[in-house]
């Protein structure tokens, strides 16, 4: 496995479930991100884990709780979803966090909530 | 705080030059970049220029950032139905929580035979 991989692809979910995203880098990477691609909308940057330690949570609701065991791995723990939040969810890792490094993207976990 | 816009639709023909216009607000960012979105796939760098240059060439590509106005473009020479794709502008500032993404909203470029 090269760059950065996730898991599932697709997910279907409904409100009451609890799921899982995983994020993978294969890049030897100390910075991974969540984003999340609505429709029309830009990009919007979740959270931010540099070296293991989370420096950006972007007001996002408590049913999304992100884990990141090491530098190689992301989780997005799903909790009680709403339709709204159906959308493209995208892992992204650079170098760093705090120089202008390049991200690298996973293809992204589309999620629906029925 | 960050505001990164641009058009959301551009039709070209196959051969034709395309030119996709950006701009953003905040006058501190550092990097300004250019990613290409594939249907089902994440977002692929093809491009950036630091903010203290006015110009970067990359083989068909060609980045031109007009700092005073906040303005970047994208110059696609001899597009080609590969390229048809949605293309997101971001610029790169620094925060407290370190180097931060403010992406735009993609323009999607379709190319016409």
């Known amino acids: 496995e090269t760059g950065v991989t996730q898991t599932p692809r697709h997910l279907v979910m409904g409100m009451t479930n609890k799921k899982s995203l995983k994020c993978e880098q294969h890049l030897g990477h100390n910075a991974m991100y969540w984003y999340k691609q609505s429709a029309k909308k830009p990009l919007e940057l979740m959270f931010v884990y540099n070296f293991k330690e989370q420096t950006e949570n972007n007001s996002v609701p408590s049913r999304f709780s992100p884990e990141c065991p090491n530098s190689s791995h992301l989780f997005l723990h799903l909790h009680t979803l709403q339709p709204e939040d159906s959308a493209l969810y995208l892992c992204?890792?650079?170098?760093?966090?705090?120089?202008?490094?390049?991200?690298?993207f996973g293809p992204g976990t589309r999620l629906t909530v029925l | 705080g960050e505001d990164v816009e641009q058009s959301l639709f551009l039709s070209v023909r196959e051969g034709d030059s395309s030119v996709i216009n950006c701009t953003y607000t905040?006058?501190?960012?550092?990097?300004l970049y250019w990613y290409k979105q594939e249907p089902g796939a994440g977002l692929q760098l093809l491009t950036y220029i630091f903010s203290n240059m006015d110009m970067k060439q990359d083989q068909r590509l060609t980045v031109l950032l007009n700092k005073k106005d906040k303005h970047l473009s994208l110059r696609i020479a001899d597009t080609q139905t590969g390229d048809s794709a949605i293309y997101f502008c971001a610029e790169s500032t620094l925060t407290g929580g370190g180097n931060k993404l403010t992406f735009g909203t993609g323009t999607q470029l379709k190319v016409e035979l």
């Open positions: 992204a890792s650079s170098q760093d966090a705090t120089s202008g490094n390049e991200q690298f």
């Open positions: 905040d006058s501190s960012s550092t990097y």
